[in-house]
């Protein structure tokens, strides 16, 4: 639970400098997604690129609408990592948490 109540996630990660639409299964994204827009729970995936080093949190709204994007306008199998810079929140390493996600909730 966070002061909003309660999260849903999933932890992908990739060795790429994109994100593969092929990690994250059709199941877990429509889990995610109806949980955050049935029933109000905030919901998420956590992103770790490890050629960069760097964990990206991204609401599974906003995924989803790249996922679109990206397939549609430009037939993408993926969304690159310039997106996940711009658009979706870094975690930093905090506390006693190797990577504090939830310390992003206010």
């Known amino acids: 639970f966070t002061k909003k109540g ?8 990739t060795k790429l400098k994109n994100f ?3 990690n994250v299964h059709r199941h877990q994204l429509e889990y995610l997604y109806e949980v955050q827009n049935d029933y109000g729970v905030e919901a998420f995936l956590l992103i770790w690129f490890s ?3 760097e964990l990206y949190k991204v609401n599974i709204n906003d995924y989803k609408k790249a996922e679109s994007y990206f397939e549609r306008k430009h037939k993408n199998k993926s969304v690159p990592y310039s997106w996940f810079q711009q658009k979706a929140t870094k975690v930093k390493v905090g506390k006693s ?3 504090d996600y939830l310390e992003l909730e206010d």
Do not use: G, H, I, N
């Open 97 to 99: 948490v190797y990577f």
């Open 51 to 53: 050629t960069y080093e």
């Open 20 to 22: 593969p639409f092929s």
């Open 6 to 13: 309660s999260v849903a996630f999933d932890t992908k990660q």
